[in-house]
């Protein structure tokens, strides 16, 4: 059995992520957190891409790839920070496409795949680009509903991810179906691999530079401890995360185990990566100048819109004692 990518998902990595070096490298992060503003050029360059319909189906106007392409695109706006409104957008379309009603689709896939519309996503007390959103997608626990802006009350909210816009968002929606928060949270796990993958490739590149006592850092067991388990942490929620995005297209009766692996293991684990990032980089790590704050404050944001680890353990503890009780029953009927 293959678990890698298939060529062509690793074609659009590639492209992804030399699209992202050149369009938004960190001096490009720092200008869009200081105006308090997404940058129009690299979302108009995303949309000319196709890529917020990634996937939806082309009667919508979209490419009619799947979950795991759009999580393959999310890790890699993840590894760069990017400032756009893309998780949102492209995950809320996702979203619709999947579970939503023929009325939902054609009235909110056509502007969401176009770039003329944009989408928010995460829980009434904490949603993403909520603020200029035509749609928001909220999720209540297992449900998700989908609220249209205008009929809704968003105040902005300051974090200190100000590289991403949040608010607070009240109003009433229609529902979606199921599955729709489990792809909710597996997209937000995707972005979360990037952001931990980039936090290890700097700290691995700095200790190995960084020289104490006329040796790297590095060599030092205690360092060398440190990024051996951000690596473990890093592969953990990779592993999870497109487990349950290819859950998503190809099992959904295991959707819901695997995003609550990928919530838990991304909540946990993107914080722990990224704040090791910093205690690596010694004192140079805790300054406005170092770029691996900006990691840093992602996940943390990251990790409040996957509403914590502890949730998502307790579904799978429910999860996995219903398939213990079911096989006893199977066992004892037969």
């Known amino acids: 059995m293959d678990f890698d990518l ?15 070096s050149a369009r938004s490298p960190f001096s490009k992060v720092r200008e869009a957190a200081d105006a308090a503003e ?4 690299l979302w108009n360059e995303l949309v000319e891409l196709g890529w917020p319909g990634i996937a939806v189906g082309s009667e919508h106007g979209g490419q009619g790839l799947g979950a795991v392409e759009l999580a393959v695109l999310l890790e890699e706006l993840g590894y760069a920070c990017a400032a756009t409104p893309y998780l949102s957008t492209a995950t809320a379309a996702a979203v619709i496409e999947a579970t939503g009603t023929p009325d939902q689709r054609s009235k909110w896939l056509p502007g969401l795949v176009s770039g003329e519309q944009t989408a928010g996503i995460g829980t009434r007390e904490l949603a993403a680009d909520a603020r200029g959103a035509a749609v928001i997608v909220l999720l209540d626990g297992d449900d998700a509903q989908l609220v249209e802006r205008a009929a809704a009350e968003v105040e902005e909210l300051v974090s200190i991810d100000p590289t991403r816009r949040f608010a607070t968002v009240s109003g009433e929606g229609e529902p979606l179906g199921a599955g729709a928060a489990d792809r909710v949270r597996t ?7 990037g952001v931990c993958q980039r936090a290890l490739e700097m700290t691995l590149e700095y200790v190995k530079d960084r020289k104490q006592f006329g040796v790297p850092v590095g060599s030092f067991q205690a360092v060398s401890h440190r990024c051996a ?7 953990s929620i990779r592993s999870v995360a497109y487990f349950a995005a290819w859950a998503a297209d190809a099992d959904p009766d295991r959707l819901p185990e695997g995003a609550a692996l990928a919530a838990a293991a991304a909540a946990d684990n993107g914080r722990q990566v990224t704040a090791s990032s910093i205690q690596a980089h010694g004192g140079i790590g805790f300054t406005w100048e170092a770029d691996v704050h900006w990691l840093y404050k992602r996940a943390q944001l990251d990790s409040a819109l996957l509403g914590g680890s502890k949730r998502h353990r307790a579904t799978l503890a429910r999860l996995g004692a219903a398939r213990v009780t079911a096989a006893a029953g199977a066992a004892a009927g037969a």
């Open 6 to 20: 298939s060529d062509e998902q690793k074609q659009i990595k590639q492209v992804a992520h030399d699209l992202l």
């Open 229 to 235: 388990e951000m690596l473990r942490q890093t592969e």
């Open 38 to 41: 997404y940058d129009p050029s």
């Open 187 to 193: 997209a937000i796990a995707s972005e979360v691999i």
